[in-house]
């Protein structure tokens, strides 16, 4: 469940050959056993059999001596098989050379691509005719920057050609680290990862191009990440048992009352956005809080009565104003005194000297705090120190989406998303808060370095008030006791898991709505 970088990766690989001893060409050959059983799933599926033809495009490295292996592997399973080297074989060292000599001594069909001497492009030279799949060995963790000549143009030709790609270790042209992809890069049906999953293939724009990834052992020892000091996990039912040692569905205490659940008050919306605050309050509730106020102003709080039966309504002092602008920061600590955790941000809206504000409610609050929305730009644009959060003893978790996050970190949103996993992790270690990084993949990473990737959610959730129900639910949460980590890691998970139900369950023409989002919790 580790997603691993590129370096990672290769430190990984030489402490098991190096220091275990675990020959690299044991390791090769499984590895192209694997995308060999792996093409054979796919054949099938593709309800050819055995007369799928696959051609092997291998690049000089050892990606291209796992596909020689691969190719070895199919063909003895009774596929037609033929390599295409995108380079000159006689290039290839190592434990690549070795299953060059091997190919050739078994009489494997191989050329040799060149772009033809008029420059006609790849794709009408006929490299591809008569071939049902390719094996893309081109390029995997040993590459870097945007494929030179002539691995791009041969990228290109196999893209053109439209066959179905089974990808090894990383579709060509992907960065394995942050999942951006060059301009030439594959598109897979299917990617094998051997031994770890590389980061790319679980952020956008790469997740989108690797397809199915199915994570292959190939002999590395399974505690190699972990002793590695790979601290990355994707987000799953597994990883939350394993590393957060949370089961899914939570479990319920059998002995409960209202406060086994914990109280939480939300501090959200107001008289132009109240619905902000009262789908955060939902939320918090059908995510199993026991109790759940909802603060307003005082002045607009009649307005808000009978919303929600469930919820109860907290009036805080406003000097009549009926805006959060006059509610006094220490006014709002005084009713969340006692409370179990505090939601503030969504619908809140914003005035001059909100962040000083924000900043002193935080100081003055010992519950955990989830800071989401408004509150997030409070921070951002604080004054003198944007972006930088007041030391609290108890958890502060972020919830930003990819603009958020952007006006946090000072940067633009495309520099927010060039890493993601990274910007995230480093984020929470130097401010001590957790952050819940939204967006396809959501990152959640918390200030001792861990991050999880989450795998649960979709595209009808891009709608508003999505955010606001997250925000409710991983306050509740935190109101039920489960530290900021856990609260972020599993309040994301199930809040993308509900989407997906609620997804399920709708025509495809009928968007989400937040509401069937806090239903299907
Ligand atoms: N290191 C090991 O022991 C093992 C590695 N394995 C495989 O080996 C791969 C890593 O192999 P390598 O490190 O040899 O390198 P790759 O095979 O990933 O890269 C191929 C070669 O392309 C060249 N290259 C780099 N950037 C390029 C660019 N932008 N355009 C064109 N050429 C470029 C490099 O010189 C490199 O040798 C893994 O992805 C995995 O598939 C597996 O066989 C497991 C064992
Ligand atoms: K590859």
Redesign the pocket.
């Known amino acids: 469940m580790e997603l691993v970088t590129?370096g990672e990766?290769?430190a990984i690989?030489?402490s098991?050959?190096e220091e275990i001893g675990i020959p690299?060409e044991a390791?090769?050959e499984?590895?192209?056993r694997a995308v060999a059983e792996e093409a054979r799933r796919f054949a099938e599926t593709a309800g050819k059999g055995a007369d799928f033809g696959w051609l092997i495009l291998a690049?000089?490295?050892?990606?291209?001596?796992?596909g020689l292996?691969c190719a070895r592997h199919l063909r003895d399973m009774g596929f037609r098989v033929a390599v295409l080297y995108?380079e000159p074989p006689e290039r290839m060292q190592g434990?690549?050379a070795l299953q060059r000599d091997i190919a050739s001594r078994l009489g494997i069909p191989a050329r040799v691509y060149a772009l033809s001497d008029t420059g006609a492009d790849a794709a009408n030279a006929g490299w591809f005719a008569g071939f049902d799949g390719l094996i893309d060995?081109?390029?995997?963790?040993?590459?870097?920057?945007?494929?030179?000549?002539p691995?791009?143009s041969l990228i290109e030709a196999a893209v053109q050609s439209g066959l179905p790609v089974v990808a090894?270790?990383?579709p060509s042209g992907l960065n394995?680290d942050t999942g951006a992809v060059?301009k030439a890069s594959i598109r897979a049906k299917v990617t094998v990862a051997?031994?770890y999953a590389k980061r790319g293939l679980h952020q956008h724009p790469g997740a989108g191009r690797a397809g199915e990834v199915v994570v292959r052992p190939?002999g590395?020892p399974a505690d190699a990440a972990e002793r590695a000091g790979v601290h990355t996990y994707l987000l799953n039912a597994e990883s939350l048992k394993a590393k957060l040692g949370l089961s899914v569905p939570l479990p319920r205490k059998e002995d409960s009352h209202k406060g086994t659940y914990g109280h939480v008050l939300v501090a959200a919306g107001s008289a132009l956005m109240s619905g902000a605050g009262l789908l955060s309050a939902r939320a918090a509730l059908r995510a199993g809080s026991g109790l759940v106020s909802w603060a307003q102003p005082a002045a607009a709080a009649p307005g808000l009565r009978g919303f929600a039966p469930e919820i109860m309504l907290r009036a805080v002092p406003d000097e009549g104003a009926g805006e959060w602008r006059l509610v006094k920061p220490e006014r709002l600590a005084e009713a969340a005194a006692g409370v179990d955790a505090l939601v503030v941000g969504p619908g809140m809206g914003r005035w001059d000297g909100d962040g000083a504000w924000l900043r002193n409610l935080l100081e003055r609050v010992a519950a955990p705090v989830l800071v989401d929305a408004d509150a997030l730009n409070m921070i951002a644009d604080a004054g003198a120190q944007p972006g930088v959060w007041p030391r609290r003893e108890a958890p502060t978790v972020i919830t930003p989406h990819p603009g958020e996050m952007a006006r946090l970190a000072g940067m633009t949103v495309s520099e927010a998303q060039r890493d993601r996993i990274g910007l995230a992790r480093e984020y929470a270690a130097r401010h001590g808060v957790t952050v819940v990084l939204k967006g396809a993949r959501t990152v959640v990473a918390s200030p001792d370095g861990r991050a999880f990737v989450n795998t649960t959610g979709n595209s009808g959730m891009a709608t508003g008030g999505s955010g606001d129900a997250l925000a409710g639910i991983v306050g509740s949460l935190l109101g039920q006791g489960l530290n900021a980590l856990e609260a972020a890691a599993y309040g994301a998970y199930w809040h993308g898991l509900a989407g997906d139900r609620a997804a399920a369950s709708r025509p495809q023409a009928a968007s989400l709505i937040a509401g069937d989002i806090i239903e299907a919790l």
Do not use: C, F, H
């Open positions: 590129s990766m290769r690989d030489a098991a050959i690299q390791l090769m499984n590895a192209g690049g000089k490295g050892n990606n291209g001596g796992d292996v995108a434990a690549a060995a081109l390029l995997g963790t040993g590459s870097a920057g945007e494929p030179r000549a691995y791009a090894v270790d990383i394995a060059a051997l031994a190939i590395i």
